[in-house]
């Protein structure tokens, strides 16, 4: 299903608005009746932009100190409404991060949020109707002090999981696993992911956390900065349930008071880069090698800021197709006291490297500030940002003025992928170039982006192809894409022939069957590096041979397979593949598929 909605009124608008060196950012907080401080101390706190009621429009949620509560903030259109109660969600605990993820997959957008007082909170959502399930649900009542957390499939069954950090000396960072029927278990154990052996406690302190897959291999690894000089550290998933931290061989082990984590392909080569807020040290651009490393270039490009900083985006704020950053502080270079301490916004010059700007407002405030987020609040198509501080200066959303590039906005909806589509990765081409974009659900500083992407796609009026990976690695294709449009689009909607994706394959990769579900035929393809000799079989849920696809050798290459379960009843199934490549490789893949009849 691909859905297409067009606004007239934007465009006539952005045909009037000025080229990018007039953009703008104004703060229109008091203008929208958001009217509020943190407070809340030292750390701060996140903030969310996300439809959670799925009226189209951005809403807002913002961390709260202790004794208040929690504000979750209504967008109408033209300005927002205090809604938490409303919800039915009332919480006074000083709120840390706060994600919205529809965890059961029932389409409709759940709440979990992190406390440093208090136990953590999940709360179901039922027609927007909030109960909070957190221990039955599985997750821990026990208070944590836990700071940042993330979601994303970690084990590509097509639910979505949980990571959280603590910054306590008594609790590993824990994850849990999403059993499918409304519960988790805790797994860190087996998973070898409790972040351990600090330098000055048996446990770090971690104040962000971030899933990427950072060696492509469609399977999400974890970062996470940690505070207090501990070393950050970078967990590669092995596809079995079980990570291996590679934090030192890889080069991203920083010994930093590190606070905030920004992803995206600045230098558009393909994979994903991260940047990493630090204290007057200096931040950290971890340029992804290509290799499993990375190399830190802040200094080389002039980005390391220098000042005590938390939250930070990469965001193209003038939708020319490349990744600018965005980079808050609660102080300057010398002391918590040094009123130096203005939030910075970089240029990416389109070749790798970045120019400071100077746009008055955004990067001439003073505010302390901590978490940030960004999304389209006002739907013109122009990522806005919007900055959560602490006392005695309000929070502050900064609308972008916008400028003639055209863009496109796409909502994905999963069907063997968790429903939110976290874990994709969007490609776009425009002519011979391609960018990439993340589907995320956790970054910056204990925040949340909008989940709806909004790609600037420069001057183009029609997007030549757009291609999405899932994480049940399923690809979609979409092509010659009218720009100035909204698309809703749902896993496995697109493609009807392998020969559409266009792909040069150099790897090993076993890819989601099509159309899935199924009746009673359907495609299996794979990709090998080099010759090899291949088994690929068709499994019932017992672990019970059903059928032999294929046994013998085949070339380097893609592969296509036509399954017919014409004589097979409807359930659940899987296919393997074990292919040993003439390069010494041995390569098994399994995915589930779904027969109905």
Same mark, same amino acid.
């Given at each position: 299903m691909?859905?297409?909605r *067009?606004?007239?009124?934007?465009?006539? #608008?952005?045909?009037s608005?000025?080229?990018?060196?007039?953009?703008?950012?104004?703060?229109?907080a008091?203008?929208?009746?958001i009217?509020?401080?943190?407070?809340?101390?030292?750390?701060?706190?996140?903030?969310?932009?996300?439809?959670?009621?799925?009226?189209?429009?951005?809403?807002?949620?913002?961390?709260?100190?202790?004794?208040?509560?929690?504000l979750?903030?209504?967008?109408?259109?033209?300005?927002?409404?205090d809604?938490?109660?409303?919800?039915?969600?009332?919480?006074?605990?000083?709120?840390?991060?706060?994600?919205?993820?529809?965890?059961d997959?029932?389409g409709?957008?759940?709440?979990?949020? *992190?406390?440093?007082?208090? @136990?953590?909170?999940?709360?179901?959502n039922?027609?927007?109707?909030?109960?909070?399930?957190t221990?039955?649900?599985?997750?821990?009542?026990?208070v944590?002090?836990?700071?940042? %957390?993330?979601?994303?499939? @970690?084990?590509?069954?097509?639910? !979505?999981?949980?990571?959280?950090?603590?910054?306590?000396?008594?609790?590993p960072? *824990?994850?849990?696993?999403?059993? $499918?029927?409304?519960?988790?278990?805790?797994?860190?154990?087996?998973?070898?992911?409790?972040?351990?052996?600090g330098?000055?406690s048996?446990?770090?302190?971690?104040?962000?956390?971030?899933?990427?897959?950072?060696?492509?291999?469609?399977?999400?690894?974890?970062?996470?900065?940690?505070?207090?000089?501990? $070393?950050?550290?970078?967990?590669?998933?092995?596809?079995?349930?079980?990570?291996e931290?590679?934090?030192?061989?890889?080069?991203?082990n920083?010994y930093?008071?590190? #606070? /905030?984590?920004?992803?995206?392909? @600045?230098d558009?080569d393909?994979?994903?880069? #991260?940047?990493?807020?630090?204290?007057?040290?200096?931040?950290?651009?971890?340029?992804?090698?290509?290799?499993?490393?990375?190399?830190?270039?802040?200094n080389?490009?002039? !980005?390391?800021?220098?000042?005590?900083?938390?939250?930070?985006?990469?965001?193209?704020?003038?939708?020319?197709?490349?990744?600018?950053?965005?980079?808050?502080?609660?102080?300057?270079?010398?002391? #918590?006291?040094?009123?130096?301490?203005?939030?910075?916004?970089?240029?990416?010059?389109?070749?790798?490297?970045?120019?400071?700007?100077? !746009?008055?407002?955004?990067?001439t405030?003073?505010?302390?500030?901590?978490?940030?987020?960004?999304?389209?609040?006002n739907?013109?198509?122009?990522?806005?940002?919007?900055v959560?501080n602490?006392?005695?200066?309000y929070?502050?959303?900064?609308?972008?003025?916008?400028?003639?590039?055209?863009?496109?906005k796409?909502?994905?909806?999963?069907?063997?992928?968790?429903?939110? $589509?976290?874990?994709?990765?969007?490609?776009?081409?425009?002519?011979?170039?391609?960018?990439?974009?993340?589907v995320?659900?956790?970054s910056?500083?204990?925040?949340?982006?909008?989940?709806?992407?909004?790609?600037?796609v420069?001057?183009?009026?029609?997007?030549?192809?757009?291609?999405?990976?899932?994480?049940s690695?399923?690809?979609?294709?979409?092509?010659?894409?009218?720009?100035?449009?909204?698309?809703?689009?749902?896993?496995?909607?697109?493609? *009807?022939?392998?020969?559409e994706?266009?792909?040069?394959?150099?790897?090993?990769?076993?890819?989601?069957?099509?159309?899935?579900?199924?009746?009673?035929?359907?495609?299996?393809?794979?990709?090998?590096?080099?010759?090899?000799?291949?088994?690929?079989?068709?499994?019932d849920?017992l672990?019970?041979?059903?059928?032999?696809?294929?046994?013998?050798?085949?070339? %380097?290459?893609?592969?296509?397979?036509?399954?017919?379960?014409?004589?097979?009843?409807? /359930?659940? @199934?899987?296919?393997?593949?074990?292919?040993?490549?003439?390069?010494?490789?041995?390569?098994?893949?399994?995915?589930?598929?779904?027969?109905?009849?």
């Open positions: 691909i859905l297409i *067009t606004s007239f009124v934007v465009i006539v #608008m952005l045909v608005l000025p080229v990018y060196s007039q953009v703008t950012f104004e703060n229109v008091d203008e929208v009746g009217s509020l401080s943190r407070g809340g101390g030292f750390f701060g706190g996140g903030v969310s932009i996300y439809d959670f009621d799925g009226d189209g429009v951005e809403d807002l949620a913002f961390a709260t100190e202790n004794s208040a509560e929690l979750i903030y209504k967008n109408n259109g033209f300005d927002f409404e809604y938490s109660l409303q919800l039915g969600i009332s919480n006074t605990s000083n709120v840390q991060s706060i994600l919205w993820v529809d965890y997959n029932d409709d957008k759940d709440l979990f949020f *992190t406390c440093k007082n208090s @136990y953590n909170r999940l709360y179901r039922d027609n927007n109707n909030f109960t909070e399930v221990g039955e649900a599985g997750l821990s009542t026990d944590q002090f836990s700071t940042a %957390a993330a979601w994303a499939d @970690y084990n590509n069954d097509g639910f !979505i999981d949980l990571y959280v950090g603590h910054r306590s000396d008594l609790f960072n *824990t994850l849990y696993k999403n059993n $499918g029927d409304g519960t988790f278990t805790d797994v860190t154990e087996e998973a070898n992911v409790g972040d351990t052996l330098i000055t048996l446990y770090k302190f971690p104040l962000a956390i971030s899933f990427i897959d950072y060696n492509n291999d469609n399977w999400q690894d974890i970062y996470i900065a940690n505070d207090k000089e501990d $070393g950050n550290t970078l967990f590669k998933n092995n596809g079995d349930g079980t990570f931290d590679v934090s030192e061989q890889s080069n991203t920083l930093f008071n590190a #606070m /905030g984590i920004a992803v995206g392909d @600045y558009n393909g994979d994903w880069d #991260m940047y990493v807020s630090n204290s007057p040290e200096g931040n950290a651009l971890l340029k992804n090698n290509g290799d499993g490393t990375f190399t830190n270039v802040a080389d490009l002039n !980005i390391a800021v220098n000042k005590i900083c938390w939250g930070t985006n990469f965001i193209d704020i003038d939708n020319d197709t490349d990744l600018d950053l965005f980079v808050v502080a609660s102080a300057g270079a010398t002391s #918590m006291s040094d009123p130096e301490r203005q939030n910075e916004l970089f240029e990416n010059q389109g070749d790798g490297t970045f120019i400071k700007l100077n !746009i008055s407002g955004i990067n405030d003073t505010s302390i500030s901590y978490g940030t987020a960004f999304g389209d609040f739907n013109d198509g122009y990522c806005d940002i919007v959560i602490s006392d005695p200066t929070s502050a959303l900064w609308k972008n003025s916008g400028a003639s590039n055209n863009w496109i796409l909502q994905l909806e999963g069907t063997v992928s968790n429903r939110d $589509g976290i874990g994709s990765t969007i490609k776009f081409y425009l002519g011979s170039t391609s960018f990439i974009r993340p995320k659900c956790g910056s500083y204990l925040s949340q982006n909008s989940a709806i992407q909004t790609i600037g420069g001057s183009v009026s029609v997007i030549d192809s757009i291609i999405i990976n899932w994480p690695d399923q690809i979609d294709v979409m092509r010659n894409v009218n720009v100035n449009s909204f698309y809703v689009v749902e896993e496995g909607s697109t493609v *009807t022939d392998i020969n994706l266009e792909i040069t394959l150099t790897s090993y990769k076993l890819h989601q069957n099509y159309p899935n579900p199924f009746n009673p035929s359907t495609k299996i393809t794979f990709s090998l590096a080099a010759d090899s000799k291949v088994n690929l079989t068709v499994f849920v672990g019970q041979e059903v059928v032999s696809l294929i046994s013998g050798n085949l070339a %380097a290459g893609s592969h296509e397979i036509d399954f017919n379960a014409s004589n097979i009843n409807s /359930g659940v @199934y899987f296919y393997r593949i074990d292919a040993a490549g003439v390069d010494g490789t041995n390569f098994t893949s399994v995915k589930k598929m779904i027969l109905t009849k």
